[in-house]
């Protein structure tokens, strides 16, 4: 099982079992969406900027409804690690953000 899933910049990103921890106990509903996490990150919908330099891979689920995973990308040392994911009903919000990066 890997623990880890490409970035849109190539960089390997890990979600660690504390990270995946820290996700499903602060965030209840994330319960049984590990791979989905992986998933946003390898095949995001966007990449929106973070408030200190790390990324947001959006993946839009529903209409109301969008699994957003927070990462940060050492590019230096080609290494990258989950800081948070959750769903959000509050996409407005993400779309007022800088968008990095949206499929072609």
């Known amino acids: 099982?890997?623990?880890?899933?490409?970035?849109?910049?190539?960089?390997?990103?890990?979600?660690?079992?504390?990270?995946?921890?820290?996700?499903?106990e602060n965030h209840d509903e994330m319960a049984g969406h590990y791979f989905d996490v992986l998933e946003a990150?390898?095949?995001?919908?966007?990449?929106v900027q973070g408030n200190e330099g790390e990324l947001w891979a959006v993946?839009?689920?529903s209409k109301r409804k969008t699994l957003l995973v927070i990462y940060r990308e050492i590019k230096e040392n080609s290494d990258g690690f989950v800081i948070t994911a959750f769903f959000t009903s509050k996409i407005e919000k993400l779309l007022k953000r800088k968008i990095l990066w949206k499929p072609q």
């Open 41 to 47: 990150i390898a095949n995001p919908d966007m990449i």
């Open 1 to 24: 099982m890997n623990n880890f899933a490409y970035s849109i910049n190539n960089i390997p990103i890990r979600l660690t079992t504390e990270r995946w921890t820290h996700v499903v």
């Open 59 to 61: 993946r839009f689920v």
